[in-house]
């Protein structure tokens, strides 16, 4: 936990445009570079900017405000990323400082900042083509890159000794967090979450199954270009020790958006499994997995959705907001309660005019 007390986004950006972007600017010979405010994400925990200047190539500026990470947390993200890019993986490279920092702290009325800054990953992202792949190229391109990119990492991962070592998956989801985290009202949910941990303790960890992984593998923190293909991969920012799986499962559910709204069960069954299919083709040619991991993907589907409830009510926490559950949070939890698999996605549960949503309960 770093000093300080809770200080929201809005404060961050009038402290950032005053006093921290000049002092970054000196940190990093940034000088002439325009700083353009990405908007932040639901749940954002971090204020970005672009930094763009003619004849010099684009950085991605990361300044983290909330109290509840380290210095040793973020070098710990920042030595992973330079290691994958050292060893050929498909990341937005960390830029060192002037003073050669992979992470800067700034101190400022009481709140300390830690400042990263990161090459800019070429091409843009699916949504921003309006989730339109590149010309030409089949669609199942883009599904066999993004096993071949995330196999890459997980094979660089295996031989990754750390300096300063980020956190496992139990460190965070324990039954003590999920007590104090989720409402007493949800009683049902928390003995489901405790009895998941608890398979998953059982799992085998050794080094082939288990290591840094980036834990949010998605289509919104990666870029493609649209000339070639390539997926270049970033925002680290949840990367922790965990079960390659996990990434995997993470490919699986980002994959229903492509078939979410076909009414036919068989038809979307069909779809998933041609999809993953080729997603492990793309995987297996970089990286080992073997078929009993394979078998746990229902299992980390399910941890997948647990990663998801718990980040929703840290986000209601960390807003300052009452807990409450809307369409999407209550499927998610319905899923998970009454053990439905793959995200409810080939069970009644599910419509395809409503994609992964359900009656809001009350908490």
Not at 98 to 126: D, M, P, W, Y
Not at 212 to 227: A, E, K, L, R, T
């Amino acid at each position: 936990m770093t000093g300080g007390d809770f200080i929201i986004y809005n404060e961050v950006v009038k402290i950032s445009d005053a006093y921290l972007l000049p002092l970054v600017s000196e940190l990093y010979g940034l000088k002439g570079y325009e700083f353009q405010q990405i908007p932040p994400h639901e749940g954002g925990r971090n204020l970005v900017y672009a930094c763009e200047k003619e004849g010099a190539g684009a950085k991605i500026l990361r300044i983290t405000f909330l109290p509840d990470r380290s210095r040793k947390d973020f070098l710990g993200e920042m030595e992973y990323v330079r290691y994958l890019f050292e060893h050929g993986g498909s990341v937005s490279n960390v830029i060192s400082s002037r003073q050669g920092n992979l992470v800067e702290e700034i101190k400022h009325s009481n709140h300390t900042f830690f400042i990263c800054l990161f090459e800019k990953a070429k091409g843009k992202l699916l949504v921003e083509n309006h989730y339109k792949y590149r010309e030409g190229a089949p669609l199942s391109e883009y599904f066999y890159n993004c096993g071949n990119v995330l196999g890459k990492l997980n094979r660089i991962s295996k031989s990754y000794t750390p300096v300063h070592r980020r956190h496992s998956f139990f460190d965070k989801f324990n039954a003590d967090y999920i007590d104090k985290l989720i409402p007493d009202s949800l009683s049902l949910l928390k003995e489901k979450l405790v009895e998941l941990l608890k398979t998953l303790e059982g799992l085998d960890r050794d080094r082939e199954s288990f290591g840094m992984v980036h834990f949010d593998y998605s289509d919104g923190n990666y870029s493609i270009d649209f000339d070639t293909g390539q997926i270049t991969v970033y925002d680290f920012d949840n990367s922790c020790y965990c079960w390659y799986m996990f990434d995997l499962a993470s490919l699986w559910t980002n994959g229903v958006g492509w078939i979410q709204f076909e009414p036919d069960v068989v038809k979307r069954k069909k779809f998933m499994d041609d999809y993953f299919e080729t997603v492990l083709a793309g995987y297996r040619s970089e990286s080992r997995i073997e078929n009993w991991m394979l078998d746990k993907l229902p299992l980390f589907i399910q941890v997948n959705l647990m990663e998801g409830i718990v980040d929703a009510f840290e986000v209601m926490r960390n807003n300052g907001e009452e807990p409450e559950c809307d369409e999407e949070l209550s499927y998610r939890i319905k899923c998970l309660e009454d053990d439905i698999p793959y995200m409810g996605f080939f069970h009644e549960i599910y419509s395809c005019e409503e994609p992964f949503e359900c009656e809001e309960r009350d908490i």
